[in-house]
């Protein structure tokens, strides 16, 4: 008889994890993935998105019971009411969350015990393409720069390691640092 | 005497945002900006971000009294406990809201009343790459499919010119159609 012992480092369930590896490298179809977001504009720059559904491992996932609910809007600056983070900075969010998956996943995977993982995220961004008063400048950031401190008791070398697989295999790093193709459609 | 009336379009202030306009012309520095987060892990696949801060039209922004708070976390099938959306649907909303603003923003500045508009989203998205399991398929999004829905009295084709103008110079749409170099660095 074998007995399996439960595995939880940095919150993460390892056997859970090394089972969806080996039942994808079974059937990659499993890795195939649709994620929706449904977006109501509201007034002005606020419109709230809902987030729920999605399917992904062969199947509509139903975990969610009811939907996430995301604001956005502008601040007074940029003619808002601040009822929510503007879109850019949301991407910022959307970054660091992805690269703290990566980071924990991968270290749990290694047997790397992480204490505390923190990200500072700074884009630079010229609203004068927005505004249509340039086209010599680009609508979104010109750079982003992401300063990330964590404390385990692993060589800073492996870490650095560690970091430098996690930025290759990040979806939100990839979806920024490179091109994806968007198609945007009239429906009546 | 001139008296200025003050006009509101689809929530915009219109004068304001001719103002802006007008202000930026005249002192193109006003335009840069830098977008912040500080995000923190706090287990698995669960982070939070904080967002409040910014630098913009020359100085420090202090409009916001609290930060803005978002959680990201993973669906159970990833290994996560639902506390948030994950990273790239969280891609989804940013795209939305920033399609969003400017529609609603360019319609305002061109005397369009628009009385709804919503956006649904979709991205493919294979999970290979993330697990380390294939070096074939990219880790972020293969394709992503926005359509929108816009109830308003102007013609089709006005609509249809409004949503390719807004294409061009929308911030989200820039950073994902295309690359942004993003630095990332381990500081003590």
Redesign the interface.
């Known amino acids: 008889m074998t007995t399996l012992t439960y595995t939880n480092l940095?919150?993460?369930?390892v056997e859970?994890?090394v089972g969806?590896?080996q039942a994808?490298?079974k059937d990659?179809s499993l890795?195939?993935?649709?994620?929706?977001?449904?977006?109501?504009?509201?007034?002005?720059?606020?419109?709230r998105?809902r987030?729920q559904d999605?399917y992904?491992?062969g199947q509509e996932?139903t975990?969610?019971e009811k939907p996430?609910t995301?604001e956005?809007d502008?601040?007074?600056?940029?003619?808002?009411s601040?009822a929510?983070?503007?879109?850019?900075?949301?991407?910022?969010?959307?970054?660091?969350?992805?690269?703290?998956?990566?980071?924990?996943?991968n270290a749990a995977a290694q047997g790397i015990r992480?204490d505390?993982?923190?990200?500072?995220?700074?884009?630079?961004?010229?609203?004068?393409?927005?505004?249509?008063?340039?086209d010599q400048v680009?609508?979104?950031?010109?750079?982003?720069?992401?300063?990330?401190?964590?404390k385990s008791d692993v060589p800073?070398e492996q870490?650095?390691a560690l970091?430098d697989?996690v930025?290759?295999?990040?979806?939100?790093?990839?979806?920024?640092?490179?091109?994806?193709?968007?198609?945007?459609?009239?429906?009546?």
């Open positions: 940095n919150g993460v369930n859970q994890l969806t590896i994808i490298q990659p890795a195939r993935f649709h994620f929706r977001a449904d977006t109501q504009w509201l007034s002005g720059g606020h419109s998105s987030i999605f992904g491992a996932d975990s969610r996430f995301l956005g502008e601040p007074p600056v940029l003619l808002g601040n929510g983070p503007n879109a850019v900075e949301v991407v910022l969010h959307a970054l660091a969350s992805c690269l703290s998956v990566g980071f924990i996943y992480v505390e993982l923190e990200f500072k995220l700074e884009g630079d961004l010229d609203l004068r393409a927005f505004l249509g008063l340039s680009r609508p979104g950031y010109e750079a982003l720069r992401v300063s990330y401190r964590v800073r870490l650095e970091c697989y930025q290759k295999t990040s979806p939100v790093l990839d979806i920024i640092r490179n091109p994806v193709p968007v198609t945007i459609d009239m429906v009546d």
